[in-house]
């Protein structure tokens, strides 16, 4: 899995979605659609030339105004919150029956807090999949109670939102916490009057919900109920099938139902038609995505990552969360145990070969090792020699990919050439002690001996 440098400390923004009252039930959703956007300006796309078809795939592309570009959230899965901070909870113990209270309680992931919106425009318990019912035997009073029954096309379960933010019920009256201006967990749950008291002002706040385009489509995993790493992402009609639920996590995540992340594919370098997929969840750069001001959402794992330095053996643990670097506990090598592990390449874990060894097979796609191409590469003081021995360039060049050798024993790697004189390289074991850092060198300060290009980019 290539590894993505970016606007690392950006993190998904809480998406922020309003409820809206349609027709005579009750509508969650967003406002205006947003964008979602790489660190270089690299947008996530829906690639369908103004004509959306399920199917079509998704993917990053340059961020513009156009309406492939733009998402809003629409909660599937969400908390009602009362203005007191406490939740609407299902109080059935694990045993729904018809009748079981409704309360509050302090705000949790637990399915009794968990609810969602039927087509029929019932609130519905995914606890306990019972209907938000108002126990009044078509007589509406002030002071009925509010209880879980099974769903079922009565008034009684068709409920609104109100401009000021109340849950009304097609009997005219609202969703009340019965708390006396002091609300505590167990407080029930009831009918009222509707008015503008804190009792009956609730807001939600989604945990799973479906990404939708400005076309109307939805972000689906193509996963046909087997998702794997390297799944496509796609449009399809929305609909609540888990491939189409997402959830925002801690990190900044986007995460599929499935446990899988939204991942950004694009090899440390994205361009235009870059795919789109899931991925095993983890906290490098690819998965984390943010919001632009537009509405796009953008990947925060394209572009140059953080820089460092991390001194000591933090170098691996950030060469590591943040570019990939498969050895976060390597042990200290030229320092103090002196504790020298051989790498998968044949180099010692936490040393600037190895790392350069890492990258090389990772971005530059040659299968790098100490005996590559036949020959033995020593410690970072003899690459030079052997490069040139190999018929490999030699100069004084940069070049993205290369390898910068400097001649006293050490190699680093050429992140980016900015121009002839300025480079931004990567490279570990700064401090002999595994530190690991990105830095811009330029002639005067940092160049290296020569740049050797045994497989440039």
């Not at 002030?142 to 109100?162: F, V």
């Not at 005996?371 to 100069?395: C, F, Q, T």
């Not at 990105?438 to 740049?451: A, E, H, K, N, Y």
Request: glycine share 10%.
């Amino acid at each position: 899995m290539m590894r993505i440098r970016g606007k690392w400390r950006h993190r998904l923004a809480v998406l922020v979605a309003v409820i809206g009252l349609a027709g005579g039930g009750l509508a969650v959703g967003t406002g205006s659609a947003q964008a979602v956007v790489n660190a270089v300006g690299a947008c996530l796309d829906a690639n369908s030339t103004h004509y959306a078809n399920n199917g079509d795939n998704i993917q990053l592309w340059g961020c513009n105004n156009h309406s492939e570009q733009l998402w809003r959230e629409s909660w599937v899965v969400f908390n009602l919150t009362n203005s007191s901070g406490l939740c609407l909870d299902a109080n059935s113990n694990d045993y729904p029956n018809d009748g079981d209270n409704v309360q509050l309680w302090d705000c949790n992931t637990h399915p009794e807090q968990q609810w969602t919106l039927t087509s029929a425009g019932q609130l519905q318990s995914v606890g306990t999949g019972m209907c938000l019912d108002a126990n009044s035997n078509d007589y509406p009073n002030e002071g009925d109670a509010i209880q879980l029954w099974d769903c079922n096309t009565h008034p009684e379960q068709l409920w609104g939102i109100t401009s000021a933010g109340q849950l009304r019920n097609s009997s005219g009256l609202c969703l009340d916490a019965n708390s006396n201006d002091y609300a505590n967990e167990g407080d029930n749950i009831q009918l009222w009057d509707c008015n503008t008291h804190p009792e009956q002002l609730w807001h939600e706040s989604g945990t799973e919900f479906n990404f939708q385009n400005a076309s109307g489509m939805c972000l689906d995993a193509n996963s046909n109920d087997y998702p794997n790493d390297g799944d496509p992402v796609q449009l399809w009609d929305c609909n609540t099938h888990p491939e189409q639920l997402w959830t925002i996590s801690s990190a900044g995540q986007l995460v599929n139902s499935s446990g899988l992340c939204l991942d950004a594919n694009s090899n440390d370098y994205p361009n235009d038609g870059d795919n789109v997929q899931l991925w095993g969840c983890n906290t490098h750069l690819e998965q984390l995505w943010t919001r632009t001001g537009a509405g796009q959402l953008e990947s925060n794992g394209t572009g140059p990552g953080p820089e460092g330095p991390w001194y000591g053996t933090n170098g691996p643990v950030y060469a590591n969360l943040y570019y990939g670097y498969p050895y976060p506990n390597a042990p200290k090598c030229t320092a103090t145990p002196y504790q020298c592990t051989l790498d998968k390449w044949g180099f010692y874990q936490g040393q600037c070969t190895s790392w350069v060894a890492y990258r090389l097979n990772e971005l530059n796609g040659i299968a790098f090792t100490d005996e590559y191409l036949g020959r033995h590469w020593p410690d970072a003081s003899g690459w030079g020699a052997v490069a040139k021995e190999l018929g490999i360039a030699v100069n004084k060049t940069p070049a993205l990919g290369a390898v910068a050798w400097y001649s006293y024993g050490h190699v680093a790697y050429v992140e980016r050439v900015n121009s002839p004189t300025s480079v931004v390289i990567s490279e570990m074991n700064i401090d002999y002690a595994n530190g690991f850092q990105l830095r811009t060198i330029t002639p005067s300060d940092g160049w290296p001996t020569d740049f050797l290009h045994i497989a440039d980019r």
